[in-house]
Structure formats: C-alpha cells, structure tokens
C-alpha cells in the first residue's frame, strides 16, 4: 500500500488553477505536518507549502505565497494544494511528504504554458 498518491496535475495555459490532492494511508494522518514540494527540469527539489497536523499554521515559499494555498481534509485523510495564477516557472513535479520523513508521494506532472 502506497502511503502518499498525489493526483490533480496536468497541463494548463498561464493564468490558469489547479488543484492538487493527496490521499494518504498507512498511518494517522492528523498526527502529521504535511508538505507539497517541487521539482523542476535542471533544477534540486524544493518546498512550496506547509501545514501543521490540525490545519491551523501554513507557510509557503515567496514564490508561491498569495497564489497557492495549502489546506487539508482529516476526516478524508487528504492535502491539498490549490495553485491559481500558473505561471510558466511552476511548471514541474509537485510532491507532497509526511512532515520531514522519507515518505514521499510519486509526484503528479504540473505543465504551465506560456
């Protein structure tokens, strides 16, 4: 059983939003900080958003702050990541990952046309 699956990527027009989810299993979800991170073409992974176990605290990179927000469902053991104004430079893999642990999603494919 896969812990992390994210879902929701795809190939958008600059300007455009998506929502990314992640389902997660195997384990207590509420208990766990929660992050999406990212990996472009050439470039090292890099943290986009996170968010405490009870929802309550957020942080994003400045890239990112005012047009994506993190937000979680604990009854449906699910993150999300709500990302509006695409812009060509947040195209890459979006990753989400239990707190500061190995478990790492397989990641979903964000395209932003230009």
């Known amino acids: 059983q896969v812990p992390l699956v994210e879902s929701g990527g795809g190939f958008v027009n600059t300007g455009e939003s998506l929502t990314l989810s992640c389902a997660a299993s195997g384990f207590t979800f509420s208990r766990y900080a929660m992050n999406w991170h990212r990996q472009a073409p050439g470039k090292e992974r890099e943290l986009v958003a996170l968010?405490?176990?009870?929802?309550?605290?957020?942080t994003y990179a400045d890239s990112v702050r005012g047009r994506f927000t993190i937000s979680r469902d604990n009854a449906k053991n699910t993150l999300y990541l709500q990302m509006d104004n695409l812009q060509p430079d947040d195209t890459a893999v979006y990753y989400c990952r239990r707190g500061t642990s190995d478990v790492w999603g397989q990641g979903t494919q964000v395209t932003v046309s230009s």
């Open positions: 968010i405490s176990n009870d929802g309550h605290f957020t």
